[in-house]
């Protein structure tokens, strides 16, 4: 009987747990071989990405690719209820200085169906990014909105305002060229502070039209540094549909500092951001069948 109860009771904490579909952005600050060897630092990766069940990881810098190979394979290992995989984008940047996008995601629940790379061949308008902002689309049976797109951009911090506003025409091809209305922005835009003069925000499309809607405020605080308090890294809905399938108030930075227990110095050995994340509802199938 006992052992029923507590069946019972750890089916019911997964269903809890898993209730909602998590979507996260994170600049992992450089990326690459040395971190990917660090154990303290792998460890903690993989607890802060296996809570989501999308992860928009930003600033992988590893020309061969083995660091983002090593997290995939630590993070399938920790969490053995999924299978995660990874879609990740060119090698982004002007000069030697690369980075790329990844999108890590549990290949169980949701797939990718179309991707996209901005800002690569010489004649595309939008050229003028530092670095290409990179779209994939999404399937997934188990969320309300079955079919979204995330658009990923890391932008660079001289030029965030001008970007910033970039970022609304690549929005209107993808709607043009998926016919879909169903876009989520994310991503370390440095859309704060000094990067963002006071004066700029008024011609900032993205910032203005009304489609377009600011999940995480600009009082909140993505930076683990107590000497800064920056919204940079955002999460920025397009579509009534999706924006409709998101959970109320659930977007907000992820505080891993507090929920790992770590002394500043230790978190800023993982990052100088907090992932930025938000909930999407379940499909009301999804919900019984779990
Ligand atoms: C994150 O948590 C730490 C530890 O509890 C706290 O000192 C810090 O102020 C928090 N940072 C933010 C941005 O909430």
């Not at 994939?136 to 001008?162: C, M, N, Q």
């Not at 000497?227 to 409709?244: M, P, S």
């Amino acid at each position: 009987m006992a052992q029923a109860v507590a069946v019972l009771l750890v089916l019911l904490v997964a269903q809890l747990a898993a209730s909602t579909f998590k979507i996260c952005a994170f600049n992992i600050r450089s990326f690459g071989k040395a971190k990917a060897a660090n154990r303290k630092v792998m460890g903690a990766l993989v607890q802060i990405l296996s809570r989501c069940d999308i992860s928009a990881v930003q600033e992988v810098r590893d020309s061969k690719g083995t660091a983002i190979r090593m997290l995939l394979r630590e993070l399938n290992r920790y969490d053995p209820s999924h299978r995660y995989g990874c879609l990740e984008s060119k090698r982004l940047g002007r000069g030697s200085y690369k980075e790329q996008n990844v999108f890590v995601y549990r290949r169980d629940l949701v797939s990718v169906t179309d991707w996209c790379q901005f800002g690569e061949e010489d004649s595309s308008p939008f050229e003028a990014f530092a670095r290409g902002p990179f779209a994939a689309r999404f399937r997934s049976p188990i969320t309300a909105t079955s079919d979204f797109v995330l658009l990923l951009h890391h932008a660079s911090p001289r030029e965030a305002a001008r970007e910033l506003d970039l970022l609304f025409g690549v929005c209107m091809e993808l709607v043009h060229r998926w016919k879909t209305q169903n876009l989520m922005v994310l991503g370390d835009l440095n859309a704060a502070g000094a990067y963002i003069p006071a004066n700029a925000w008024a011609g900032i499309r993205l910032r203005n039209h009304r489609a377009f809607h600011w999940l995480i405020g600009d009082k909140e605080d993505t930076t683990v540094s107590h000497r800064t308090c920056c919204a940079y890294d955002r999460i920025i809905v397009h579509g009534e549909e999706l924006f409709g399938a998101v959970v109320a108030r659930s977007a907000k930075p992820f505080n891993f500092t507090h929920a790992l227990g770590l002394s500043e110095e230790e978190a800023l050995e993982i990052s100088d951001h907090y992932p930025v994340e938000v909930n999407l509802r379940l499909a009301p199938k999804a919900q019984r069948e779990l």
